[in-house]
């Protein structure tokens, strides 16, 4: 198993290496959802929630068109899902059994679905990452188809037949499977869908622990999507178990996602849970319930069934002219009825549309109206009030400009007569201080002079006693 899990991411990395294939083509991670076979899902959004390593996308293709979807355990070596729409079915079926050899050899050189028998020996590892003819041969189970060659039209039978679309079913059970989804599918699916183009389908499997030769998983539960995106769009689920084979339970996509895929969100858009609705939903889970009362009162009592089954089908082709009759009387009946409420309704809604419109423009008139008078009359007091203030705002601009006038014209003169009038004083003040310095200008020159005149006399006192003591002898104390 681990060695499996290895060789599934080796063989992921190296996908983007390989261009597409004519008849399948294995889509790698760095790719969008499916590539071209997105158009097989609502609004091209493939499932969310299928993360592990193990689950390889496949764009089946044959004659170089895509035909479905696939999503491949290479664990469980079965589909988890086929999604596809719903085709008028062929009227012969060619089984066509082919492998997928990029799977187990990323490397080889083939590039398109092939038979097994041809590239024995050719392709390493063979049969490690899916399921071949030889895991089927005598162990009680066959190829049950997911995406069932009869829900489609030659091209794409044709293409159903490979093994990456099978999983191992008793041949009962995918008797039972198949006769199952192609009644519920043609007879409740289909008439609810008005754009049969747009009525998408997912057929999956649940794996279990049990294993055919201890490789390929047997589901233990077998499901089916549909989704009808237009116009109202809606969807439903119908789940089969595998050790029941009469079995077979609808219910909402959410609680088949709750109770079978959890972490898994099937649909987007007008199929989601909130946006879908509820009548064409309850219309189409009545019309399936229909349709399996039916079917489990015929497997209640396969004898009695069987006894009697000349006797109704004469009695049906007796009374089927009548019944259809009555069911066209009914149908124009109903149609009529319909057609007449219909009529009634239009008038009543045109008379009531153009009285509420006459009624709500003459409301709107009326508001208009009052709304403008009121905005003339508030608009009175506040344009006088504007105007008054605008007036007495000016009058004040003038007294001010006239008393910066004056101000200017007086503040000339006044100056000069202030200045003229300070000049005696400023005068008069400065006579004692010219008085003082002269003053102090004489005595301080007799002073000079006195000193003067002390000095020179000094000088020559001086000198004087300088020559009498150079050139007079000095007198002995003898003499």
């Known amino acids: 198993r681990e060695w499996t899990m290895k060789t599934s991411v080796v063989f992921l990395l190296c996908l983007s290496v390989f261009p597409g294939f004519s008849q ?19 609004g091209q959004f493939p499932p969310e929630g299928f993360t592990e390593p193990f689950h390889v996308r496949i764009c089946q293709q044959y004659n170089k068109e895509p035909r479905f979807a696939t999503l491949y355990s290479t664990r469980d070596k079965i589909p988890l899902y086929s999604a596809f729409k719903y085709t008028k079915p062929a009227q012969n079926e060619e089984e066509n059994w082919l492998v997928e050899p990029q799977i187990d050899d990323p490397e080889n050189d083939l590039q398109e679905m092939v038979h097994e028998a041809d590239i024995i020996g050719t392709v390493t590892n063979l049969g490690a990452n899916q399921a071949l003819t030889s895991d089927y041969v005598g162990s009680g189970y066959e190829r049950g188809l997911l995406n069932p060659s009869l829900l489609n039209e030659e091209d794409f039978q044709m293409a159903t037949y490979t093994l990456t679309n099978a999983v191992p079913l008793s041949p009962s059970l995918s008797k039972s499977w198949h006769r199952d989804i192609r009644k519920v599918v043609e007879q409740a699916l289909v008439p609810h869908c008005s754009k049969k183009d ?27 999507a549909a989704c009808c995106d237009a116009p109202e769009g809606w969807s439903l689920g119908l789940v089969k178990k595998v050790n029941d084979e009469n079995s077979l339970e609808d219910l909402t996509v959410g609680e088949m996602e709750k109770q079978l895929l959890a972490g898994v969100h099937l649909f987007k858009g ?43 089908r004469v009695a049906g082709i007796i009374a089927t002219p009548f019944i259809k009759l009555l069911e066209l009387l009914i149908y124009v009946f109903v149609e009529l009825v319909k057609f007449v409420f219909y009529f009634l309704w239009l008038v009543v809604k045109r008379v009531v549309g153009t009285v ?28 006088m009030g504007r105007v008054i203030i605008n007036i007495f705002l ?22 000069f007569v202030l200045h003229l009038a300070a000049f005696p ?34 000088g020559f006192y001086y000198l004087a006693g300088h020559i009498v003591k150079r050139f007079v002898p000095k007198v002995s104390s003898d003499d």
Not at 24 to 42: D, L, M, S
Not at 199 to 224: D, H, Q
Not at 440 to 455: E, K, M, P, Q
């Open 24 to 42: 399948g083509r294995v889509v790698g991670e760095g790719e969008t959802g499916f590539a071209e076979c997105n158009v097989f899902f609502p």
């Open 198 to 224: 747009h009525l998408y389908l997912l057929a999956g499997a649940i794996p279990s622990s049990v294993r055919v030769k201890g490789k390929v998983s047997v589901p233990e539960t077998l499901w089916l």
């Open 270 to 312: 007008t199929c989601g849970e909130d946006n879908q609705s509820q009548e064409k939903t309850e219309a189409i889970m009545q019309a399936v319930s229909q349709i399996r009362s039916g079917e489990q009162v015929g497997t209640s009592d396969n004898q009695e069934a069987k006894s009697s089954g000349f006797v109704r």
């Open 356 to 383: 509420l419109d006459g009624v709500y423009s003459l409301w709107t008139g009326v508001i208009s109206y009052l709304k403008a008078i009121s905005m003339v009359l508030i608009s009175i007091p506040y344009d």
């Open 394 to 415: 000016g009058f004040l601009q003038i007294i001010q400009d006239v008393a910066f006038l004056i101000y200017r014209i007086l503040s000339i003169p006044v100056g």
């Open 425 to 458: 004083y400023h005068s008069i003040c400065a006579i004692p201080s010219v008085l003082k310095d002269m003053a102090t200008g004489i005595g301080g020159t007799f002073s000079l002079v006195i000193d003067a005149t002390a000095a020179l006399l000094h």
